[in-house]
């Protein structure tokens, strides 16, 4: 089983504009693609995980997001970075309509959509990364076991409701700079990697991912 980079969509993908289903709505946040190399890099397998509460409100329908969602992860390959799976979830307890009207664990700050992405694709979710910009993705995060949560974005309020031990960065292009910071896994038959002189000391959790 492998590590995954874990992605929340709107404001760490693309820019947050409220309920984002049409491609014109997208813009991609600086840094994204980076990130997505560095996870690809350590083998790791990259998993979007999106509450889509704009579907059980009736804003926009399943079609709409698949057909985005397809877009999307053309754009990730095009870049060198191609998702391993994108989990969603379109029900929300108080606004959804119909049979959207539910609790649902999938729906962030439940962990539901991490485990159900961790059995598909057979992920180690001790070792993964959720990326998110806010404390419900942290939280997500933290339920399914995950030893790495990075919040960016800067927004002070999510930081303090965020679980303890996340790393606030203030932006996608700092999650890419950590996650390439982090001392690579030993290589095979070799010794862990001489450390980068002049290189300065990232801040958060070092570890190594043991791939
Ligand atoms: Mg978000």
Redesign the pocket.
């Known amino acids: 089983m492998r590590p995954a980079l874990f992605l ?5 993908v693309n820019a ?1 504009r409220g309920y984002v289903h049409r491609i014109e709505q997208v813009e991609f946040l600086p840094g994204i693609f980076a990130l997505a190399r560095a996870a690809r890099a350590r083998d790791m397998p990259i998993v979007i995980v999106t509450n889509q509460s704009g579907i059980g409100r009736g804003l926009y329908s399943e079609a709409d997001f698949a057909a985005l969602m397809q877009w999307m992860a053309a754009r990730f390959a095009t870049e060198g970075a191609p998702l391993t799976g994108v989990e969603h979830c379109p029900d929300h307890p108080v606004h959804g309509l119909g049979s959207y009207r539910r609790e649902n664990d999938r729906r962030k700050p439940g962990p539901g959509m991490l485990r159900d992405a961790a059995a598909r694709h057979g992920l180690a979710l001790g070792r993964s990364v959720m990326v ?3 404390a419900t ?1 942290m939280l997500a995060g933290q339920r399914a076991g995950l030893p790495f949560l990075v919040l960016v974005g800067g927004d002070a309020a999510e930081a303090a409701a965020a679980p303890p031990g996340t790393l606030a960065l203030p932006s996608v292009a700092a999650a890419a700079a950590w996650l390439e910071g982090l001392r690579p896994a030993t290589p095979a038959g070799g010794a862990a990697p001489a450390s980068e002189p002049g290189r300065a000391p990232l801040p958060g959790p070092r570890c190594e991912f043991g791939l």
């Open positions: 929340d969509r709107d404001g760490v947050d998110g910009d806010h993705d």
